[in-house]
């Protein structure tokens, strides 16, 4: 009976998993803050995290996605362009793969899932405070000066917006049960400072070839094409997040091996 319960109520989870997320998608389409394909990534994340992981999961994955959105909407430039696929997967995929792993009963997975969601939400409200309000940013370990918004740049205002996200996270995290609050918001603001120490270690970046700015884009604001002065070609911002979290993620599934958690 036991078993049979459980097949039903898993089966009933995941149409409304999927129903949930599409809602939740094209809401957040249709308000700018996700292009056409990163809604579709989007609903795929979202209904494996609610699928696998349960509602408690989909509410945290929600209120990384709200305070994100939240922080993009921040004066004195509230316009950002819309979050693509390729932005949804760097910060989701992790999350989504620890989900998964945590459906299939193999392991614990909630500190990897909660980990990684921490890394993703410290490293969006570091970018997204710094570019406004953190002045001009340094590089992690030699304090050169860099442009505002380069990769692998941080100020004290991003760091400090970065470290408050990793502990909403790993608040909201400890009160849904998922993972401890204090090592939840630890893996955030490491794997926050791992994305700087990429972003500016090996993530290329580019030079204008019209009006000299540095950009971690093939495209400069100015419309002009950009020539790259340094780092690798494939390293670009979305792969830095991708590995931040994953890293995060990483810590957590650690953790989450018997006998490690307090
Ligand atoms: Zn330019």
Not at 232 to 238: G, P, T, Y
């Amino acid at each position: 009976m036991t078993a049979l319960g459980d097949v039903l109520r898993s089966a009933a989870c995941w149409p409304a998993a999927l129903v949930g997320s599409l809602l939740a998608s094209v809401l957040a389409w249709r308000l700018g803050a996700l292009s056409a394909d990163g809604a579709a990534a989007a609903v795929a994340v979202g209904t494996v995290v609610a699928g696998a992981g349960g509602w408690g999961w989909a509410a945290l994955l929600l209120g990384f996605v709200a305070a994100a959105s939240a922080a993009s909407a921040l004066p004195p430039r509230p316009q950002a362009p819309r979050r693509n696929a390729r932005q949804v997967l760097a910060n989701g995929l992790v999350a989504a793969a620890a989900a998964w792993l945590h459906g299939l009963e193999a392991v614990s997975a909630g500190p990897a899932f909660a980990a990684a969601l921490s890394a993703a939400w410290a490293d969006t409200w570091a970018t997204e405070f710094g570019v406004r309000y953190g002045g001009r940013p340094r590089r992690l370990w030699d304090r050169k000066p860099l442009e505002p918004g380069a990769s692998g740049g941080i100020t004290a205002a991003g760091t400090a917006a970065g470290v408050v996200a990793a502990v909403c996270c790993g608040g909201l995290a400890g009160a849904l049960g998922i993972a401890p609050a204090g090592w939840t918001a630890a893996a955030g603001v490491a794997g926050m400072l791992l994305d700087s120490a990429v972003g500016g270690a090996v993530q290329a970046h580019y030079r204008c070839t019209a009006c000299g700015r540095e950009t971690e884009l093939t495209r400069c604001g100015c419309g002009a094409r950009t020539r790259r002065v340094r780092g690798l070609r494939w390293v670009d911002n979305d792969a830095t997040n991708l590995l931040a979290t994953a890293a995060s993620g990483a810590l957590g599934l650690w953790w989450s091996l018997p006998g490690r958690l307090p």
